[in-house]
């Protein structure tokens, strides 16, 4: 069954095979949301006099019988429909007969898909963002419990100065607070109502878009017609650039995690049971997991490159390129679930090891630490800095393992507290 079908000669199967594509199961994604703006759209026709109170009150019901088989995963879109939009007006017409054909009225299924999409963005977000707290918590908890522990920073992969895991931890906590506002700009982007904008020219039924806006828990409309049709693509890439942001995030720590974890390091571990071996190599215990997270979320961050390829001037109006979206952005959404989910699990068992900083290739770690000793004592900084570089050109540079940071951000005062209370506001 197609929406668009004229009840003449239909379509050759191979094209149907072409165009139609991965929909049946993508589609699956968005039968929740589809449903739910039905029911919005038909109350609507309801409330302009479009549909009776009793058509309203029998497509309701079949509408909720649907939302039922979606909770109890027993909805199907079977390979006679071409989308889920199709799926679900067959299935009121073969209940309600010439009452589920009203459905349709006044709404196109460039708006349908596109209600559905601006939907499932908001929800997704929402879980995402959700993820990323109990991440953010995590890392927080740890950077509090290690704040004692140095390890070297390092520049150009260069032993630099002195870090400590609760800086490091910490410093992924608050990178989590900018992939925030990203997701935060694309929700405010998806809370807006096209439903009404049809084929993307409005239509001459006196539809009430405001009532669909508020039955549908958006903010707002999107009101002009033209720019609610394109909106799709654009609301797509929107939203891949608060998962690219997140992605990489991910992406970093999984690489420090990788490196911290190698015999040249030593700085982390994990237990055996979380870590893969080696057929050859009974030594091994490889970061397996944190290597896919850096794949799985490059990968990502790859994402709005993409999306702008396939819209890219694109002139108004609809086109049939905007259906490869859904395959790329759907997946992407899930992966980055599972990365997020399971970088968290990974993280409650990290063995951190607290003696790491005592191996002798971290003593020029304390330089700086000399440099502004000498600072401190009235050297200026220039002649200290000489200073303190011949005596390790000589050989004779002893380092002072203790250390004093006292500004905000610092080894010393890590402002975890603040670091919350700002995640908190943004979130």
């Avoid at 549909?51 to 006679?80: A, G, M, P, S, Y």
């Avoid at 191996?359 to 200026?380: F, H, M, T």
Wanted: net charge negative; glycine share 6%.
């Amino acid at each position: 069954m197609k929406l668009w079908d004229k009840g003449q000669q239909s379509t050759s199967e191979i094209i149907d095979q072409f165009t139609i594509g991965n929909d049946r199961i993508l589609d699956l994604e968005i039968a929740e949301y589809d449903l739910r703006a039905s029911k919005a759209h038909a109350q609507m026709l309801n409330d302009v006099a479009l549909l009776t109170d009793q058509e309203w009150k029998k497509i309701e019901h079949e509408l909720n019988r649907l939302l039922d088989q979606i909770e109890d995963n027993t909805f199907t879109i079977e390979e006679q429909f071409e989308d889920v939009h199709s799926k679900i007006e067959y299935e009121l017409t073969q209940a309600l007969g010439d009452t589920g054909k009203k459905i349709h009225a006044g709404r196109s299924r460039n708006d349908q898909v596109l209600v559905c999409l601006h939907l499932y963005v908001k929800e997704q977000i929402e879980e995402i963002k959700k993820l990323i707290k109990v991440l953010f918590n995590r890392l927080i908890e740890l950077s509090e419990e290690h704040k004692e522990v140095v390890i070297p920073g390092y520049t150009h992969m260069q032993v630099a100065m002195p870090s400590s895991f609760g800086l490091w931890f910490g410093s992924y906590a608050e990178s989590l607070i900018d992939d925030l506002y990203m997701l935060n700009s694309a929700y405010e982007i998806a809370d807006q109502n096209p439903l009404g904008s049809a084929a993307g020219y409005g239509s001459s039924l006196p539809l009430n878009r405001e009532k669909t806006t508020k039955l549908l828990g958006f903010s707002t409309l999107k009101y002009n017609s033209v720019a609610a049709q394109m909106s799709r693509g654009h609301l797509e890439k929107m939203a891949s650039f608060g998962l690219s942001a997140v992605g990489g995030t991910l992406s970093k720590m999984a690489m420090d995690i990788c490196q911290y974890m190698s015999q040249n390091f030593g700085f982390i571990s994990f237990p055996d049971e979380l870590t893969t071996g080696s057929s050859i190599m009974p030594h091994k215990k490889n970061p397996d997991v944190f290597e896919l997270v850096r794949a799985k979320c490059n990968s990502i961050q790859n994402l709005p490159n993409e999306l702008t390829l396939i819209t890219n001037n694109l002139p108004s109006g609809y086109h049939r390129d905007y259906q490869l979206l859904k395959e790329k952005l759907f997946p992407a959404v899930q992966t980055l679930k599972s990365c997020l989910s399971i970088s968290e699990f990974m993280l409650q068992h990290i063995e951190v090891n607290e003696k790491a900083i005592e191996d002798e290739r971290y003593q020029y770690i304390y330089s700086v630490e000399e440099v502004n000793k000498k600072v401190l004592e009235g050297v200026p900084f220039r002649e200290a800095y000489q200073q303190v570089a011949k005596s390790i050109a000589e050989g004779h540079f002893q380092p002072d393992r203790n250390i004093e940071h006292t500004h905000e951000g610092s080894i010393g005062n890590l402002c975890n507290d603040k670091i919350r209370e700002k995640f908190a506001k943004v979130f």
